[in-house]
């Protein structure tokens, strides 16, 4: 399968919004570095009137020196969360060595008595010295908005860097979704989160995952 | 499409798929169903404090 049939390629930058494999291609170089980001799926918000926002999707991303890059790498897109649902994870399975891999964790679902969603959780699980990483950088999803069930207050989603950020709880809106720089943004009430990750508004699904690799210089 | 991952009769996972490839090559479609739904080989079932959250 070639890759150019399941990832968009923009030249030396590879986008999946899908899940489906990665094959390096022959004129990288392999003294060349390839980065590889991923966001999870964002949790979908609680379908009550008092529900909480999704928690966004979690963040990482890594460098590694394509002569150590040995075969294809399986590419798993987190789905965002149905309403009253957690977000998908995302997975980067390495197919050499000792299988290692990359995870992030879906956002969590809003509660529907106002709690919510925590954000989900970013992990490295390779075996030592099967994955010679030059760099890893992680970040955990910001979580929904919050309100006490039967308040009528509304409370805006948590705001993340890399990571997504958290969706809306709020019973007419009012406030916002929570904002992140790279990943996806968290819905106001009955607005989905955006891709990488966002956490649904109350009453909204979560944004879906997505992996991004690049050829750096 | 969105397909769920099974294990031991349990949703693990849900993602997203432009092709059935690779381990997800056999995983059943998941509808609305989200983590932790059970599966019977034919149908989703939600959890139960699910059940009583979408209740009226």
Redesign the interface.
């Known amino acids: 399968m070639s890759v150019l049939s399941i990832a968009q390629s923009l030249g030396g930058r590879w986008v999946f919004s899908a899940s489906g494999t990665f094959i390096m291609p022959g004129n990288i170089k392999k003294n060349q570095l390839i980065r590889i980001s991923g966001w999870s799926g964002g949790g979908g918000g609680g379908s009550d009137k008092d529900g909480g926002g999704g928690g966004g999707g979690s963040y990482f991303s890594t460098d590694l020196l394509c002569q150590y890059v040995d075969g294809p790498i399986q590419i798993i897109i987190g789905a965002g969360g149905p309403i009253n649902g957690d977000g998908g994870n995302t997975e980067c399975r390495f197919s050499w060595g000792l299988y290692p891999k990359l995870v992030v964790y879906g956002g969590k679902r809003g509660s529907n008595d106002g709690v919510g969603g925590a954000g989900g959780l970013f992990s490295k699980n390779y075996a030592a010295g099967a994955l010679l990483l030059s760099r890893f950088v992680g970040e955990n999803g910001a979580a929904g908005g919050t309100s006490p069930s039967g308040s009528l207050i509304s409370s805006p989603g948590n705001d993340a860097i890399c990571a997504a950020a958290g969706g809306e709880s709020s019973q007419n809106g009012g406030t916002r979704g929570g904002l992140s720089v790279m990943g996806g943004q968290g819905g106001i009430t009955g607005q989905p989160g955006s891709a990488r990750g966002g956490g649904g508004g109350r009453n909204a699904v979560g944004g879906r995952g997505e992996v991004v690799i690049e050829v750096l210089a | 499409m969105?397909l769920a991952q099974i294990e031991n009769g349990v949703v693990v996972?849900?993602?997203?798929?432009?092709?059935r490839?690779?381990?997800?090559s056999d995983w059943p479609e998941?509808g609305?169903?989200?983590?932790?739904w059970s599966f019977d080989g034919q149908k989703f079932t939600p959890p139960a404090d699910?059940e009583t959250?979408?209740s009226p």
């Open positions: 969105i996972n849900i993602i997203i798929a432009d092709t490839f690779g381990i997800w998941a609305n169903a989200g983590i932790g699910l959250m979408v």
